[in-house]
């Protein structure tokens, strides 16, 4: 049996101490969650302060720590009736660095306890409520728990949509029985014919795939039929797929990319403030022509784009969500855009 690949991917925990029996639980959480990814070739390494020495450094310790949200795949916020200066402090280490490179995925939670809050300080209660203005500016919406089994519950509900868009790789059973590879064929006959999958003779000029391929199949520059063609999956070309008459290319048509954002274009012009008018269209703007390269866009600055929109017209965001929801933009985008978009359907 083939020795499994193990994907490695850190959670950085922030917290103050108040919340040190939640911080437990949550780590607790994680590693039953290691209980059943690890067999499957994942492992989620949490990351909390207790984790550092508190040995003479050549900086400050705080330093560490933010060295290591940079390093970070997830960051885990936890607050209830405070936010300290160097939970702030990390938590805008975590925003600069998502900026900047897509990673990582930021998550808030906010313990909601009035009888703390009661008792808290005036001074407490200005920190938290300032660090939460600074999310509704920023375009963050934190997620409100009040005991740990909520907060446990929702953080693995996030992992299982993270994992499902490509978060972490797992190795499944190739195929039932020895785990081998399996070759499939058909034959070809005559000049131009393409064949790939268990299945028929072809005559020149046709093609046909089947089944399922790791790995591109490739074609060159240029693929004709004269005549029929079957693809039971993916193709990609190095450029036309031709048909008889018919001419397919990858990724979204220019000609259908106006017609695709006509209705986000609507809801951002209805929605925005006139201040923001100007600044929204250039942002969607952006978006049109970064779906517009294809294969060659940039999934982290897609992301970045929409999440910039969606906090600049919070009122367009069903619409940017419907709007990527529809099957050429959903099959265009990547895992980074559709996870912010996924964030941004959640209620």
Known sequence: MPTTAITTRRIFLASSAELADHRREFEMA??????LWIEQGAYLRPIVWE??????????????YNREIRRCDVFVMLYRS??????????ATAVGQFQATSR?????????????????????????????????????????????????????????????NGFVRFERDR??????????????????AIAQGDGPALAAGAVFIAGNHR???????????????????????????????RIVTQGVPASEI????????????????????AEARQRLAEIEAEVARGEQADDSRLARLLDALAALVPGAVASLVSTFASPPLAAAVGPVTRFVLGKLQAP
């Open 30 to 35: 994680v590693r039953r969650r290691n209980d």
């Open 82 to 91: 405070k936010v300290g200066r160097y939970t702030e402090e990390e938590f």
């Open 258 to 277: 106006g017609a695709l954002f006509a209705p986000l274009l609507s809801a951002v012009s209805e929605h925005a403030e006139p201040r923001s008018q």
């Open 51 to 64: 984790d550092f020495l508190d040995a003479l450094s050549k900086t400050r310790l705080q330093d560490e």
């Open 215 to 245: 790995g591109p199949i490739h074609t060159g520059p240029r693929i004709e039929t004269g005549g029929g063609a079957y693809v039971g999956g993916n193709v990609k070309a190095g450029g036309d797929f031709v048909g008889r008459d």
């Open 104 to 164: 990582p995925f930021i998550c808030t939670y906010f313990c909601d306890s009035p009888d703390d809050r009661a008792t808290a300080s005036a001074g407490d209660l200005q920190s938290l409520h300032s660090f939460q203005q600074k999310l509704r500016e920023l375009g963050h919406f934190q997620t409100v728990y009040s005991n740990t089994d909520q907060l446990c519950r929702h953080f693995g509900d996030q992992l299982e949509k993270l994992a499902a």
């Open 175 to 192: 195929e039932a029985g020895d785990g081998a590879d399996h070759i499939r064929q058909a034959v070809v006959h005559g000049n131009g």
